[in-house]
């Protein structure tokens, strides 16, 4: 070809060429031809044998098949065993006690047809056990029906008994008696939940006891708001799976607030207490709350006053009211079993449904409360707890709480009288001397913690742990000519249950402290060791405490003054002797016997 080409490049004759190459293509084409028939009959000789060979692979197949089937047969039969191994029969020792009257018969037979023989005596126990439990099952039906019969004669008896009732209602009217008035409850009652229809009842029968407890309550809500939020339950409960379809595919945000809104959202029905004051000028106000999901009871505190003068200070002591009504019981958790597993199932905590119930005011969930609404309840300690006696339980929880309550009132009037300079030193009661009354109160005023915690004191390092314990700290300043000391006051929240803390700093020929003069040691402690049970009738606890402080520090300049070269401060309170014992006690109590006024150690 490449010749060919040359030639008519260059112009010359190829028609020699052209046949030559004409031949050489007919030899090709016969070539073509006979491998193409040797591949055929190839094929076919190869086509025969394959399927002599797919012929004798089935057959080995076969074999293959029928002998893993004689096998699986034969493993069938090794391990067949008879339908009595899986009966549960009488033990050896127990048959042989039923039947050895039999024993003699069975001695000559075979072990096959012993163990027949013992199988029919098992058939016939079986069918005496059958009759006697038919037996049994027949008597028991009778005393069903015996038990219905009764329980029909039972229920009969209350229209009996009102029929009666309304026949004996014109003696009622005669005798002037209003039974049926008596203990008729509000038809909204009935829609309480469980645990706060256990509280109001509660509450009705300590109110018709009349044990010196004097309280109102009244439950707040409508029965509309009741069947509204029961008919969004159906809703929400039909949209259910389709709701959780979405969430789980399409998580968000606003997904996770609106879970959160409907785990924690309250019963449409709440109790209101109301506790008043003997003056009528304040009232304390309780608001109870049941959370549905969350299976818990919460209260919130408020205070109300005819007087809104001071009521903003007032409302300071409200958050450690009812924190501290019983120990370890501040209301930070939810005490109820298990249900941290619960809202897991919501991808929500316990401390998130916590902080969101405490930021809306709804109050805190603690121990004493659950308690009174006959919730189980299980602390910090993992201690369970489910109270049974509520009737004494919640006697004795109000009784805490109207004591508290009336000892922090007593307190913070005490406060705003000092700070607000109303009250009158000499007309108090809890002035034991009136008439020795040498020092004046000139200041006091509220300080951070900061500035009580740098004072010097023995008392400040020998202090147990907070416990959740908050405190309010004062300043006072006592003067008595050119001395003066500083009264540095500690108000821990849980008071009654912990008294003020005094330490004392006096100005006089330089700064005496507990840590460095034994006498002003002295003058701390017998501030600070006076107690609630201590007191005389209708004696106040703080203004008792000045007091005492204002008199020892009277006692101090006057039994320090007579060892000073110029004598600055004269003896005015009567006292035998300054000092007593090695230790140089000072006479800081005050007795009296009879017609004796004095001082002593």
Known sequence: MDEILELKQTGHVFEVKQSSAALM????????????????????????????????????????????????EIVRCQKFKSRDTYLELLSDKE???????????????????????????????????????????????????????????YLSFAPALRTLLDSTKPLHDALQLSLDVEWKLSSIVKYLPRPLYILFINLEALQRASGGLSFKHEIIG????????????????????????????????????????????????????????????????????????????TIRAQLNS?????????????????????????????????IEYELQNLNLSAEDCLEYIVKNGFGKPYCWLQSMCSIATVNKNKLFNHELNLHKWTREVFARISKRWHSWMSLTQQVRGLVYKDVDL???????????????????????????????????????????????????????????????IRIPSNYPMEIPLWILSVHWNGRHTAMNNSAIKMMEYWTNSLQPKDLEKNHRLLYAQLFRTIYSFDIFLETEGSMQTTREYNKE???????????????????TKGSIHTFKQ
């Not at 094929?43 to 089935?58: F, T």
């Not at 959202?265 to 109301?274: A, E, F, G, M, Y």
């Not at 908050?470 to 008595?480: E, F, H, K, L, N």
């Not at 009567?574 to 006479?587: E, M, N, Q, V």
């Open 426 to 488: 000499y007309a108090l009661r809890e002035n034991i001397y009136p008439e020795g009354l040498s020092c004046s109160l000139v200041q006091w005023t509220v300080i951070s913690t900061e500035e009580f915690n740098v004072q010097n004191s023995n008392l400040l390092t020998n202090l147990p742990s907070d416990n959740g314990i908050t405190y309010t700290s004062y300043r006072a300043v006592i003067v008595r000519g050119s001395a003066k000391m500083e009264c540095f």
């Open 573 to 591: 309170k009567p006292y035998i002797s300054a000092f007593a014992k090695r230790i140089r006690l000072r006479p800081y109590r005050y007795i």
């Open 95 to 153: 048959y042989s006690s039923k039947y050895a009257a039999d024993a003699e018969e069975t001695s000559n037979m075979t072990n096959h047809k012993t163990h027949l023989y013992r199988l029919e005596c098992e058939l016939r126990l079986r069918k005496e056990l059958d009759s006697q439990y038919s037996a049994l099952l027949t008597s028991k039906q009778e005393l069903l029906q015996e038990n219905l019969n009764q329980t029909q004669r």
């Open 25 to 72: 293509f007919v030899a090709l084409k016969h070539s073509n031809r006979e491998v193409k028939r040797n591949i055929k009959s190839g094929r076919d000789e190869l086509h025969l044998e394959k399927s002599k060979v797919d012929l004798s692979r089935l057959h080995l197949q076969n074999l293959l098949y029928e002998v893993s089937h004689l096998k699986k």
């Open 222 to 297: 409508y029965e509309s708001d009741v069947q509204m939020q029961e008919l969004l339950l159906e809703s929400e409960n039909s949209l259910k799976e389709r709701r959780h379809f979405q969430e789980v595919n399409h998580p968000s945000e606003a997904t996770v607030n609106n879970v959160l809104e409907r785990a924690i959202k309250s019963h449409p029905l709440h109790i209101r207490l109301v506790m008043e004051t003997p003056d009528k000028s304040y009232e304390l106000v309780l608001f109870v709350r049941y959370w549905t999901l969350l299976k818990c009871c």
């Open 306 to 338: 005819s007087n809104t003068t001071n009521i903003q200070g007032d409302t300071n002591m409200l958050q450690n009211l009812l924190g501290h009504l019983y120990p370890n019981d501040l209301g930070n958790d939810i005490p109820v079993p298990g």
